[in-house]
């Protein structure tokens, strides 16, 4: 069975709530394209206005980070009840950006993993290796730990369903896509690594994202790849571009 491509823009830390609609207003007619879930993460205090302007649309709403307990003494954190009630879908785990600013680990990912998919909640759990990993040849050991550590008690049908996030974090926001060839060999790679904890069903049911400067450009060629289901789009879907990058195949 093929895998419905899956394309996601991760917003990180920009729009306020009144420009978060603008955008979604703007994106809204370009992102129609009925052969791709279509994914915004957004800032948590735009959840709820971006739920609100997405009405009538195919576009989703995910969230950047949510927290792995149900409520209580937690200051700042998102509960996963709290997404859901605002309409939440999706919610990107583990986040580069997240694990080297913000002390996320491949622990505390595994955690919310497990309350993500308690909640019906949709992960795209994010990897990715350093330059310095890439050039010492250990980026998809590196990598199949970060899998294997974020799926730990994971169930094979939980798994289908979830969404991977291949980001080589020398490649985010540096211009500087992967190339189609390194992007499909790590994604590949992942897919592998899915057959070795659970089965080839599994595998070919879960959903790989590349994600790096992917852009109007890029996005056709690596989204044609036998193992890349789709991308997580950081800069480019801010922009109009991101309606140019959802319909790649038109
Ligand atoms: P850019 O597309 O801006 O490189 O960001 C990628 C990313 O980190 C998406 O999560």
């Given at each position: 069975m093929a895998r419905k491509k899956i394309i996601a823009g991760n917003?990180?830390?920009?729009?306020?709530?009144?420009?978060?609609?603008?955008?979604?207003?703007?994106?809204?007619p370009l992102v129609a394209n009925e052969e791709v879930d279509v994914v915004f993460c957004v800032p948590a205090i735009d959840i709820i206005p971006v739920v609100e302007a997405a009405k009538g649309s195919n576009i989703q709403v995910g969230a950047e980070n949510m927290y792995f307990e149900e409520k209580g003494a937690f200051t700042g954190e998102i509960s996963p009840n709290m997404l859901t009630d605002?309409?939440?879908k999706y919610v990107v785990l583990g986040h580069s950006e997240r694990r080297?600013?913000?002390?996320?680990?491949s622990e505390t990912v595994n955690k919310k993993m497990l309350k993500a998919f308690e909640h019906g909640i949709t992960p795209i759990m994010c990897c990715g290796e350093t330059l310095e990993q890439r050039e010492q040849g250990v980026t998809m050991d590196f990598i199949r730990q970060q899998v294997k550590v974020g799926f730990l008690n994971v169930t094979a049908d939980q798994a289908k369903t979830a969404v991977i996030a291949y980001e080589p974090i020398w490649a985010i926001g540096t211009g500087k896509t992967a190339t189609t060839e390194q992007a499909e060999e790590v994604c590949k790679g992942i897919r592998e690594c899915i057959v070795e904890i659970y089965d080839e069903a599994t595998a070919d049911a879960i959903r790989i994202q590349y994600g790096g400067s992917v852009n109007a450009k890029t996005a056709p060629e690596l989204f044609a790849q036998p193992d890349i289901d789709g991308g997580l789009v950081g800069g480019a879907s801010l922009k109009p571009d991101f309606g140019a990058i959802v319909n790649y195949n038109k």
């Amino acid at each position: 069975m093929a895998r419905k491509k899956i394309i996601a823009g991760n917003w990180k830390m920009n729009m306020t709530p009144s420009e978060a609609v603008e955008l979604v207003n703007t994106l809204k007619p370009l992102v129609a394209n009925e052969e791709v879930d279509v994914v915004f993460c957004v800032p948590a205090i735009d959840i709820i206005p971006v739920v609100e302007a997405a009405k009538g649309s195919n576009i989703q709403v995910g969230a950047e980070n949510m927290y792995f307990e149900e409520k209580g003494a937690f200051t700042g954190e998102i509960s996963p009840n709290m997404l859901t009630d605002a309409g939440v879908k999706y919610v990107v785990l583990g986040h580069s950006e997240r694990r080297e600013y913000f002390a996320e680990t491949s622990e505390t990912v595994n955690k919310k993993m497990l309350k993500a998919f308690e909640h019906g909640i949709t992960p795209i759990m994010c990897c990715g290796e350093t330059l310095e990993q890439r050039e010492q040849g250990v980026t998809m050991d590196f990598i199949r730990q970060q899998v294997k550590v974020g799926f730990l008690n994971v169930t094979a049908d939980q798994a289908k369903t979830a969404v991977i996030a291949y980001e080589p974090i020398w490649a985010i926001g540096t211009g500087k896509t992967a190339t189609t060839e390194q992007a499909e060999e790590v994604c590949k790679g992942i897919r592998e690594c899915i057959v070795e904890i659970y089965d080839e069903a599994t595998a070919d049911a879960i959903r790989i994202q590349y994600g790096g400067s992917v852009n109007a450009k890029t996005a056709p060629e690596l989204f044609a790849q036998p193992d890349i289901d789709g991308g997580l789009v950081g800069g480019a879907s801010l922009k109009p571009d991101f309606g140019a990058i959802v319909n790649y195949n038109k």
